[in-house]
């Protein structure tokens, strides 16, 4: 079975690249180098409040939600929210070195951020980081929590919620009279992990000591797993289609969804068919799990009513790929390791991962050192997009010590 969805992946990425024109990249707009506008936005920190959803007392002398100033996907500045835990351990000389954490795809709606929603169990690793004596951040990424739509999957307004963040933490600890070094580093897990490469890129914006990046089962190359994951499935039943397919077009609804409010966006009936246009919307107001059970419900009702069968079954508009806006996104915006990463970077990825495929990853991988960028790439074929993560925090917080020392 995973030879089988491994030839179909490889099969779609070589179809995908060739007729979208994703080909080597050379027509990608990336800025690198001095490019990148750097961060010079006066008073960063708009306001910190207590954050205490998630119990860190225990691991944490200060937990804060705090509203802050970053470049947005437009352009302009805008506010975003973040986590800030700063740990229990003495202070060094030189500050507290800065962890962050991305999170996974919790959905575009406010209430999806994890400062509303909580953690949901991956504060274990950032309590073990508090534990080592970093500082950790947790954005909840663009318009999740602030103004403005989540711009889904868009690897700049990402890693500028990132650099952005950690420019305003060392701000708000230097009015608290505390000291974060300059030196940082970034974990992430599926949208983190891609958020976190994302943040290797674009390290400069923050003008600080940029370490490294974990990047776990990150996501990339998007087209060809939308474009995969529909063939492993074609001609089967209804009930083995129905779970593979609302998960695609979950995440296809997040990203239309995430393009809502922007200075370029696209409408959901020209990417979806009726049936699926009729439900993709909730995207803007319920979280991934829950639009991701709506798109199944609806295949789900009309396949009882037909056989087992999805057939007629209006889904996605034939080539929406090929629309410009959508075509851009998933070959330029979204994509990670287009430029050359100096920094230390280490990808954990899971043999039985049905979220990001282990042949994405593979591809990333392949693309990024194509540019010069070294990778250590820790694989299972045992581990699945869960436990890819759950498995190995001994290991992730292991590999932050080794890229920034405390001391």
Known sequence: MKKTLLTVFMSSSVMLLTACGGGDGSDWNFSGGDGIPKNNIKDPVVNVTAY???DMSGYAADSQL???KMLGVNNKEVTATSLVFVPKTVQPAN????VVWAHGTTGVADKCAPSQQGLQGTQVLLQQLLTAGYVVIAPDYEGLGAEGNHPFLNLKSEAFSITDAVVATRDYLSRQGKKAAPQWMTVGHSQGGHAALGAAQYASRAQLDYKGTIAIAPASNLAAILQGGENSVIGQPANIQIPVLAQLDMFTSLIVAGM?????????????KSHTAAIAPIAERECGNIVGDALGYGMGQY????NNSLNGYGRNQDNFMSIPIINNFLFKDSQPGTVKLNQSVIIYQGGLDQVVPKAATDLLKASAEAKGTTIQYRTNANWTHSTVYTANIN?????????VPTQ
């Open 260 to 272: 809502q409010g922007h200075d370029i966006s696209v409408s959901y009936a020209q990417v979806f």
């Open 95 to 98: 500050g507290w070195p800065i």
């Open 395 to 403: 290991n992730f917080v292991a590999d932050v010590k080794s890229l």
């Open 303 to 306: 396949a009882s009513s037909n």
């Open 66 to 68: 705090m509203t802050y």
């Open 52 to 54: 205490t959803k998630d």
